[in-house]
């Protein structure tokens, strides 16, 4: 049996080309790990998100009134239920899995949960971030009700109310800065060492 010009090319290509099984793995399941989903598998990549034990922090957020076409606001686990939906739409795969290690050397990228090591030509890193907790008590039990993480998403909310800004640093002192001018008694900055717990 002779083999072709193009079959031999195609077999060179293969050894020095191993195949990914995925073109994209993203990690995390919130808005920009859904949104990096939905603009990948839109443009015909093979595209499988790791979802984590922990929810996205969006899933907290009573109202959301600062995305783009949702006027009226919108629920924040209403936002992600439809940012799914549409990732889903577009042909991406979501599979349960905390992301224990992954491998970013190389062309192909290997990326590993508790039961299973999957390929990829590309991973996105959505992970998002931890928050630093103060404990000061009913933190947990408030939050996304009175207790919030970000001024300018949730500092409307609270116009003419009375409120305190918690941290240390530049940060704090800009969220301060912003806040004054909408509500109607800020008691300053309470230089509270964060515990990073
Ligand atoms: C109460 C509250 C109200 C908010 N309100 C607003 C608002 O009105 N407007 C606004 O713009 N923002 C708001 N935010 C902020 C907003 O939620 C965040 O900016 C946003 O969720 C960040 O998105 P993200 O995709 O980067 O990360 P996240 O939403 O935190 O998602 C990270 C994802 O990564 C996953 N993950 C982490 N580690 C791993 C791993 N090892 N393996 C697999 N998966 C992993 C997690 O399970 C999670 O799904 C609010 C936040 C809170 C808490």
New binding site residues.
């Given amino acids: 049996m002779q083999a072709t010009r193009d079959g031999i090319d195609d077999m060179e290509h293969a050894l020095r080309e191993p195949e990914a099984e995925y073109d994209v793995i993203v990690?995390?399941?919130?808005?920009?790990?859904l949104t990096a989903a939905i603009y990948t598998s839109s443009l015909k990549l093979r595209t499988l998100v790791?979802?984590?034990?922990?929810?996205?922090?969006?899933k907290?957020?009573h109202?959301?009134?600062?995305?783009p076409g949702f006027p009226e606001g919108i629920q924040?686990a209403e936002l992600l239920r439809r940012l799914r939906e549409q990732a889903l739409k577009f042909g991406t795969e979501i599979r349960k899995?905390?992301?224990l290690a992954a491998d970013l050397i190389g062309d192909i990228k290997t990326v590993t949960t508790h039961d299973a090591s999957v390929t990829a030509r590309t991973a996105i890193i959505?992970?998002?971030?931890q928050q630093k907790r103060t404990e000061i008590t009913g933190e947990d039990r408030f939050?996304?009700a009175g207790v919030?993480?970000?001024v300018i998403?949730?500092g409307p909310l609270f116009r003419s109310r009375t409120a305190a800004v918690v941290g240390e640093g530049p940060e704090a002192v800009d969220d301060a800065k912003t806040e004054s001018h909408r509500l109607q008694n800020l008691p300053g900055i309470t230089d509270w060492r964060l515990s990073g717990k």
């Fill in positions: 990690i995390g399941v919130g808005p920009a790990g790791f979802e984590g034990s922990n929810p996205s922090r969006l907290w957020a109202a959301v009134n600062n995305y924040g899995g905390d992301v959505a992970t998002g971030i939050l996304g919030s993480y970000c998403c949730d």
